[in-house]
């Protein structure tokens, strides 16, 4: 591990409650950008039509629930 990445655990670990839950609610947002990002370029990649053909495929074969 970097002395960097240590020095950032050892700045987390002095954090208080109100504090770390700030930062946690930050650091989740960032990570949902993220991927949010990388579902959009796999969509436009064509990485995730396999999904959409196997979707088409049950509600052809009727095994599709209502939501």
């Known amino acids: 591990m970097s002395k960097k990445v240590e020095e950032i655990l050892n700045s ?12 946690r609610d930050w650091f ?3 990570d949902w950008e993220r991927w949010d990002r990388k579902i959009e370029a796999d969509s436009k ?3 995730l039509d396999f ?3 196997e979707a088409l495929d049950e509600k052809e074969k009727g095994k ?3 939501l």
């Open 45 to 47: 990649s064509g990485k």
């Open 64 to 66: 599709l629930k209502e």
């Open 51 to 53: 999904l959409v053909k």
């Open 28 to 30: 989740a947002e960032r």
């Open 12 to 23: 987390i670990e002095s954090l208080s409650e109100e504090e770390f839950a700030r930062l």
